[in-house]
């Protein structure tokens, strides 16, 4: 997990606390270190806004010659992450849902869009065992009407988790099914709704205008979108598109748990500016992590 990223400040650690760089050597020393990141999914304006905010203060360091000069180096990067990642709390979620529940007396609508195969069944099916875990009922609306088998995965996952799944045919208006599972979990009293949505990447029908159609008939009260961190540099692509014709509240990461990369994180915040919920770490229902800046800087600089 993260190897790439690690390796990348690895490295420039070795370089800069062996020997007092000049200027010039500490610029082409950033530029390999830019490079770096790019191999491990740091998209190239994230990595030199990474460099350029350690630069000023590694050129102005001096490493002792004994004791602990890697720990300066490490506060170095550790602010200069601290500063690119933007992490969503599920608590102040856990809130806004009780808060519409409460005083609007009405389900709390989150709809999950995202590339096909990027985890957004399995995710929803994380998500509404966590919400379970937490107190919070929740009703699964099978939006996605046009892939082989999904509204079969769909409902076999909300077993799984013990929760409603709503759901009509294949070919469906999968606007039309997310408005029946909100007024379902408005008789049955859930807490939530979660929409699943297809993920296809171009088909008949154009995929961000079905979102937006969804987007707009159900009104969610967050739209997550779902990338898988092993896509690299086409879920940067695909972040940019979602975030721009449908609009994202929050991100969810899944599959870290296989990416030896790491870098989607810093870039998907760094880019479009949204903050990241959870982590995938896994297949099982439990396997979804809130997602903490400092999880992640401990395990790149470690
Ligand atoms: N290792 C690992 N596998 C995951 C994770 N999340 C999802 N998967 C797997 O990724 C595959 C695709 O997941 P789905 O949830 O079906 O993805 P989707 O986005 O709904 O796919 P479409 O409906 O086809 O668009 C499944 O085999 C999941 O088990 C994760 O965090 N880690
Ligand atoms: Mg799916």
């Not at 709390?108 to 399995?122: C, D, H, I, M, S």
């Not at 979102?211 to 540099?233: A, C, E, Q, W």
């Not at 296989?258 to 990241?276: K, M, N, W």
């Amino acid at each position: 997990m993260l190897e790439g990223l690690k390796k990348a400040f690895q490295i420039l650690t070795e370089k800069i606390s062996t020997t007092h760089l000049s200027e010039s050597e500490l610029k082409q020393v950033l530029d390999d270190f830019k490079l770096q990141l790019i191999t491990s999914d740091v998209s190239v304006k994230t990595a030199e806004h990474i460099a350029e905010l350690i630069r000023p203060k590694l050129a102005g360091l001096r490493v002792p010659r004994m004791g602990n000069g890697d720990e300066a180096i490490k506060s170095i990067y550790r602010g200069a992450l601290l500063d690119v990642l933007i992490e969503a709390s599920p608590d102040r979620l856990f809130h806004d849902i009780l808060e519409k529940n409460k005083v609007r007396g009405e389900p709390y609508v989150a709809l999950f869009v995202g590339p096909n195969g990027g985890g957004k069944t399995t995710t929803i099916a994380k998500v509404a065992y966590w919400l379970k875990k937490h107190g919070l009922s929740s009703v699964l609306s099978c939006s996605d009407t046009f892939r082989a088998a999904a509204i079969e995965q769909a409902k076999n996952l909300a077993g799984q988790v013990g929760i409603r799944a709503v759901s009509q045919k294949y070919g469906a208006d999968p606007a039309a099914v997310a408005v029946d599972a909100i007024m379902s979990a408005r008789a049955g009293r859930e807490a939530v709704v979660l929409i699943d949505t297809a993920g296809r990447s171009e088909a008949k029908r154009n995929l961000m205008d079905e979102m937006n159609k969804i987007k707009r008939i159900t009104n969610p009260d967050s739209v997550f979108l779902v990338l898988d961190s092993l896509t690299g540099s086409v879920a940067q692509e695909q972040a940019r598109r979602f975030h721009d014709d449908v609009g994202v509240d929050c991100v969810i990461l899944t599959k870290l748990d296989s990416d030896s990369r790491g870098g989607l994180a810093l870039t998907v915040c760094h880019e479009i500016q949204r903050p990241i919920i959870f982590l995938g770490v896994g297949q099982g229902l439990d396997d979804l992590l809130p997602f903490r800046k400092e999880f992640l800087i401990e395990r790149i600089l470690a």
